[in-house]
Nanobody, 121 residues
Framework: QVQLVESGGGMVQPGGSLRLSCVASGDILSINTINWYRQAPGKQRELVATISSGDTSPISDSVKGRFTSSRGSVKNTVYLQMNSLRPEDTANYYC???????????????WGQGTLVIVSS
């Protein structure tokens, strides 16, 4: 079974930076797309960034210019670099893998458990 694990969350002061990691594990041959989402209590889930094969990583308007997503040097690992963090960035951040090819064929979309980011003084 494919699983995703996010890490790197924590508490940071406004204006600070964090880098989130998403690692996919299992009998994975390839992943076409990994999305970063975030959701705060009482708010709608928001797409933050998308990393796909053959394309650059789009960033949502709410974080554009502050966040960047990238593929890692480790297999099936992606990062979300978050700079100039604001209190409104406080949320649970999730990674979502789409188009997962495993040894037995295409796997269903996978979600991580989330990592909490708190931006506060």
């Amino acid at each position: 079974q494919v699983q995703l694990v996010e890490s790197g969350g924590g508490m940071v002061q406004p204006g600070g930076s964090l880098r989130l990691s998403c690692v996919a594990s299992g009998d994975i041959l390839s992943i076409n797309t990994i999305n970063w989402y975030r959701q705060a209590p009482g708010k709608q889930r928001e797409l933050v960034a998308t990393i796909s094969s053959g394309d650059t990583s789009p960033i949502s308007d709410s974080v554009k210019g502050r966040f960047t997503s990238s593929r890692g040097s480790v297999k099936n690992t992606v990062y979300l670099q978050m700079n100039s963090l604001r209190p409104e960035d406080t949320a649970n951040y999730y990674c979502n893998a789409v188009g997962i090819m495993t040894e037995t064929g295409w796997e269903r979309d996978a979600w991580g458990q989330g990592t909490l980011v708190i931006v506060s003084s």
